[in-house]
T-cell receptor, first 114, second 117 residues
C-alpha cells in the first residue's frame, strides 16, 4: 500500500537554487516527519509535525525549511544547499507523534546538490 | 539514550537458504517498541513488524519470523527459504516510552541482504 507519496522522486540542484520537496499522506494520520538518509549513516530525523504544529527540529540548518499546511501535506523548502546535503529524503506519517504509532514511509526524493 | 546495533553490514546468501539478521538494542526504559523495516532499491521503507517490550512471543508471518529476547536485548529477524525479491536493506528500530521523551524512532545502521539466484 502506497499511502505516502513524495515528489519529485529525483532532484538535481545547484547550490544557489531554491526547490521544494512535497509529501502527501492518504492514511488519515496526524503526524508527519522528514528524515535524511545519507550513504553509510543511520537515518536522521529532521522535523516532526503533529496536527500541523512543529514539535521537533533536530538541529537542522536553516537552509532546510519545513512547512505543514495541513495534516496531509508536508513540504521541505531547500535553498543554498551544500554538496553534503545530497541524500535520500524520506517523508513518513503516523497516527500521532505523541503516542507510539507506526510510521509509514514514502519512497523518498533522491537529492543531488552540485 | 537509546541505541540500536545491527552488526551485520552485508549478508549474501543463495536463494532458498535461511538467513538471520541480528538486532541488539539498548535502552533504560522498561516500556519500548521495536520495529523492522525493509528498504528495497526503490528507496521506500516498508514496515514489517512492531513488537512491544511486554510481548516476548515470537512471531511468524509466512517466511518471516522474529525472535525477541529481552534477556539479551535482541530482536532478530529470520527469513526462511530466501528469495531474490528479499534483497534489500533491513532496518531495526526502537522507540521508548518515558516522560519527556520525544518518542523518536532510533534506527540501526541497516543490513544489506543480497539473495543470489
Amino acid at each position: 500500500e502506497t499511502g505516502v507519496t513524495q515528489t519529485p522522486r529525483h532532484l538535481v540542484m545547484g547550490m544557489t537554487n531554491k526547490k521544494s520537496l512535497k509529501c502527501e499522506q492518504h492514511l488519515g494520520h496526524n503526524a508527519m516527519y522528514w528524515y535524511k538518509q545519507s550513504a553509510k549513516k543511520p537515518l536522521e530525523l529532521m522535523f516532526v509535525y503533529n496536527f500541523k504544529e512543529q514539535t521537533e527540529n533536530n538541529s537542522v540548518p536553516s537552509r532546510f525549511s519545513p512547512e505543514c499546511p495541513n495534516s496531509s501535506h508536508l513540504f521541505l523548502h531547500l535553498h543554498t544547499l551544500q554538496p553534503e546535503d545530497s541524500a535520500l529524503y524520506l517523508c513518513a506519517s503516523s497516527q500521532s507523534s505523541g503516542a507510539v504509532s507506526t510510521q509509514y514511509f514514502g519512497p523518498g526524493t533522491r537529492l543531488l546538490v552540485l | 539514550a537509546q541505541k540500536v546495533t545491527q552488526a551485520q553490514t552485508e549478508i549474501s546468501v543463495v536463494e532458498k537458504e535461511d538467513v538471520t539478521l541480528d538486532c541488539v538494542y539498548e535502552t533504560r526504559d522498561t516500556t519500548y517498541y521495536l520495529f523492522w523495516y525493509k528498504q528495497p532499491p526503490s528507496g521506500e521503507l516498508v514496515f514489517l513488524i512492531r513488537r512491544n517490550s511486554f510481548d516476548e512471543q515470537n512471531e511468524i508471518s509466512g517466511r518471516y519470523s522474529w525472535n525477541f529476547q529481552k534477556s539479551t536485548s535482541s530482536f532478530n529477524f529470520t527469513i526462511t527459504a530466501s528469495q531474490v525479491v528479499d534483497s534489500a536493506v533491513y532496518f531495526c528500530a526502537l522507540i521508548t516510552i518515558s516522560s519527556g521523551s520525544a518518542r523518536q524512532l532510533t534506527f540501526g545502521s541497516g543490513t544489506q541482504l543480497t539473495v543470489l539466484p
